[in-house]
């Protein structure tokens, strides 16, 4: 066994998150909706690319690796 463990990453969740989370709790938009394109489109800004995809998990980011049209 061993001595050292990599620590658990401590986040960082203020109220206007928890407030972001209850409103999309609330809406009609659970899995998709206005939510979604808002956080590609920031991602897209953030990270100065034309495109962005949101998934639900690593294993669905490595599948759509595979992908080719």
């Known amino acids: 066994m061993r001595s050292k463990f990599i620590p658990y990453g401590h ?4 109220e206007e ?3 972001e989370v209850v409103a ?3 809406s009609d938009w659970i899995t998709t909706g206005p939510k979604i394109a ?4 920031a991602l897209c800004s ?7 995809v949101a998934v ?9 690796l595979q992908y080719k049209p």
């Open 56 to 64: 639900n998990s690593g294993t669905s980011a490595l599948w759509i």
């Open 24 to 26: 999309v709790l609330k």
């Open 46 to 52: 953030y990270i100065g690319t034309k495109y962005a």
């Open 17 to 19: 998150d928890i407030e």
């Open 11 to 14: 986040q960082w969740i203020d």
């Open 38 to 41: 808002e956080f590609e489109d």
